[in-house]
């Protein structure tokens, strides 16, 4: 359930921009560090396996010709939908192996944060495929009416629209490291810590 009212500052902004109410600031949640797994990309671009395409019959009738190009036209959406799932897996595991190692460091990414990360990866990858066929098929494609706005300008404005909020919020953007504090590095003395 969504609380109401402004998202809370992070006790560092605070202290950064002071604290005119004189509000109590709490401590930052302090996490244990673990490794982060790349997960199994697979699961988010299923492989599948594409069925022979459908053979035009031979002195067909009309009826029999629509069937087949009905047939087709499913076919060509399987493979486009193979093309799309290879393609995200390599984006993907791409864009992990490059943006990953780099947040551990520099934000202290851990593994309750996983999942930000992965989702991160999958809306690059799918952004990068709208793109790629944007560049394929044009900008304008022929609809029912004439020519129309190819509908994949809609989804990669949605995908830049996510993009952008998880850019925010892992710190991947030059405005919102300038918020991150990097995790504290060696030993800061402090026996106490579970997590040492």
Same mark, same amino acid.
């Not at 560092?12 to 509000?23: A, D, Y």
């Not at 390599?90 to 989702?119: C, F, K």
């Given at each position: 359930?969504? =609380? %109401?009212?402004?998202?809370?500052?992070?006790? $560092?902004?605070? !202290?950064?921009?002071?604290?005119?109410?004189?509000?109590? #600031?709490?401590?930052?949640v302090?996490?244990?560090?673990?490794?982060?797994?790349?997960?199994?990309?697979?699961?988010?671009?299923?492989?599948?396996?594409?069925?022979?395409?459908?053979?035009?019959?031979?002195?067909?009738?009309?009826e029999?010709?629509?069937?087949?190009?009905?047939?087709?036209?499913?076919?060509?959406?399987?493979?486009?939908?193979?093309?799309a799932?290879?393609?995200?897996r390599?984006?993907?595991?791409?864009?992990?192996?490059?943006? =990953? %190692?780099?947040?551990?460091?520099?934000?202290? $990414?851990?593994s !309750?944060?996983?999942?930000?990360?992965?989702?991160?990866? #999958?809306?690059?990858?799918r952004?990068?495929?709208?793109?790629?066929?944007?560049?394929?098929?044009?900008?304008?494609t022929?609809?029912?009416?004439?020519?129309?706005?190819?509908?994949?300008?809609?989804?990669?404005?949605?995908?830049?629209?996510?993009?952008?909020?998880?850019?925010g919020?892992?710190?991947?953007?030059?405005?919102?490291?300038?918020?991150?504090?990097?995790?504290?590095?060696?030993?800061?003395?402090?026996?106490?810590?579970?997590?040492d």
């Amino acid at each position: 359930m969504a =609380v %109401p009212g402004r998202k809370p500052k992070p006790p $560092l902004q605070v !202290v950064r921009e002071g604290n005119p109410g004189k509000r109590p #600031v709490r401590e930052g949640v302090k996490l244990p560090p673990a490794e982060l797994v790349e997960p199994d990309w697979s699961a988010f671009f299923p492989a599948t396996r594409l069925p022979a395409k459908p053979r035009a019959p031979r002195g067909a009738d009309d009826e029999e010709l629509k069937e087949y190009r009905r047939e087709v036209q499913v076919w060509q959406r399987l493979k486009l939908a193979q093309e799309a799932a290879q393609f995200g897996r390599e984006v993907a595991g791409r864009e992990w192996q490059r943006v =990953v %190692p780099v947040l551990q460091m520099m934000a202290g $990414l851990t593994s !309750v944060d996983r999942s930000t990360a992965v989702d991160y990866c #999958v809306c690059v990858a799918r952004l990068e495929w709208c793109e790629h066929q944007l560049s394929i098929e044009g900008l304008v494609t022929m609809g029912q009416r004439g020519p129309c706005r190819n509908p994949l300008t809609t989804i990669a404005s949605q995908y830049r629209t996510q993009l952008k909020a998880y850019i925010g919020e892992l710190g991947l953007s030059p405005s919102a490291r300038g918020r991150l504090t990097p995790p504290e590095g060696g030993d800061d003395g402090d026996d106490d810590d579970p997590f040492d």
